[in-house]
């Protein structure tokens, strides 16, 4: 039997290292000021988050606003809803592969002693011997199913983005760059069918050894011996590098660039800001399974799992205020609805095929109100549509609340609360601090979570 090494590596790197089993494109960015608000920033984003939110935003910022700066934005979410970490950390904990190991040794060594020629006059005491080490592995071998059983099924999820963004506001021309990265990936583990019949053979075997070394005669207990190996091997073989079972990792890596437009038009005798943002999209889909004696876990991004694509795409936003503090948003990011394939090589080093697994990027639409004055601002944002996954997990349509008290625009505390409708083990509240100690330099702080999920953000921004 090989060491368990392997498989404990695979377990815990495949799951941290991809750090996630479930994926979905959610609304939002790692904005850290949105963040800490719940996720609202269709309505009360300033021209910094404009591309990331609603490019309208732009038209609608503070007069006194000339440019902004953000260099970065980093954030990353991670959400493990079923408590998978912890099933790895009983899993490791219990020792249950290092218990079977050390079984399956003793087991082996009590049949080689006792089929050995040399002992024949000793073997009505050596047959016994092999009960225990039998039973001991049938018990093992059952831990061991049991536990990668309740692995089973089990998504883990992560986000990870990163962001820049130049923008310079106006009522007439509004204008901003922005580059945009994200990482959504996600880990599942399952067991394989074919690995719980090859786990139940084993412990047939071990049971037809237990029972023979009971018998009393020896003679016949030797010939009951030797039709457990006739049936079963002579040895107790069981080696993780036969498994099947292993991680189903997938995901999806975005970057978009693009350029936010906004102007403020007068419709109707209202002043209503209208904004688009053209953007080239790229987008590199993995997929594929690490099994659990596989401690190199390059196959996770290697070309044989990997399909990339080059796409352009455009968001359309719309806000107005309204003179009293009120502010009103709507936003439809990726217009252009696009169905992606995730693919396969059939062989390693052949052309990637497509699997059949498709990621679908359908618009996304949302409406917010905000409400300012001089010392507080309160904002909500509702998604209008269900953003579906990828394959792994719930869809989400998320609605977020947040509030924010500014003292003297030196600093800022924040905090907010977001409701998924899909699934409310995804509910998060959120907390965030602001400083711009210079009135110039701005930096940004939020973290956000529940008992199931957590995530944080960083920002550092020039504005004046």
Not at 132 to 153: F, G, K, R
Not at 214 to 234: F, Q, R, S, V
Request: overall charge negative; hydrophobic content about 45%.
């Amino acid at each position: 039997m090989s060491s368990p090494t392997p498989l404990k590596l695979a377990l815990t790197a495949a799951l941290l290292a991809s750090s996630s089993a479930a994926l979905a494109i959610p609304f939002g960015s790692f904005d850290s000021r949105s963040m800490a608000m719940g996720g609202a920033g269709v309505a009360v984003g300033g021209a910094d988050a404009a591309p990331l939110f609603n490019p309208s935003l732009l038209s609608v910022t503070n007069p006194k606003d000339d440019f902004s700066l953000i260099i970065p934005t980093v954030g990353i979410r991670v959400a493990d809803p079923d408590k998978l970490r912890d099933s790895i950390d009983t899993f490791q904990n219990g020792k249950y592969v290092d218990n079977l190991q050390l079984s399956v040794n003793a087991l082996n060594a009590a049949i080689a002693t006792a089929t050995n020629p040399a002992n024949a006059a000793s073997i009505q005491t050596n047959l016994p011997a092999i009960a225990t080490p039998a039973n001991n592995t049938s018990t093992n071998l059952s831990a061991v199913s049991a536990q990668l059983a309740t692995l089973s099924n089990k998504p883990i999820t992560a986000d990870v983005g990163l962001a820049t963004v130049v923008a310079v506001p106006s009522k007439t021309f509004g204008a901003a760059f922005y580059a945009n990265g994200t990482v959504t990936a996600g880990g599942l583990f399952q067991y394989h069918a074919d690995d719980a019949t090859k786990i139940t053979s084993l412990s047939n075997q071990t049971k037809c050894l237990s029972d023979a070394a009971a018998i009393a005669n020896p003679t016949a207990a030797l010939t009951a011996l030797n039709n457990c190996a006739t049936l079963y091997g002579t040895n107790v073989n069981f080696t993780s590098t036969t498994l099947k079972s292993g991680i189903h990792v997938k995901g999806v890596q975005l970057s978009e660039f693009g350029f936010a437009l906004s102007r403020e038009f007068q419709i109707k005798e209202h002043n209503v800001a209208l904004g688009i943002t053209p953007k080239i999209v790229k987008a590199k889909l993995f997929d594929t399974v690490v099994l659990v004696n596989d401690s190199n876990q390059n196959n996770v991004s290697a070309q044989d799992n990997m399909a990339e694509y080059s796409t352009f795409n455009f968001d359309l936003g719309a806000a107005k205020e309204y003179g009293n503090g009120w502010r009103t948003g709507f936003v439809l990011k990726n217009v252009l609805p696009q169905t992606l394939d995730f693919k396969k090589a059939p062989t390693a080093g052949a052309t990637p095929v497509a699997t059949g697994e498709t990621l679908t990027l359908k618009p996304q639409a949302r409406i917010g109100v905000s409400h300012a004055n001089s010392w507080s601002t309160v904002a909500l944002d509702v998604d209008l549509t269900r953003n579906d996954p990828a394959g792994l997990e719930q869809g989400t349509q998320y609605v977020a609340l947040g509030g924010e008290l500014d003292a003297w625009g030196w600093a800022q505390l924040r905090a907010g609360y977001r409701v998924d409708m899909v699934n409310a083990d995804r509910n998060v509240t959120s907390v965030g601090l602001g400083l711009a100690p210079f009135g110039v330099l701005h930096i940004d702080l939020a973290v956000a979570g529940n008992a199931n999920e957590v995530g944080a953000s960083f920002q550092l921004g020039v504005h004046f």
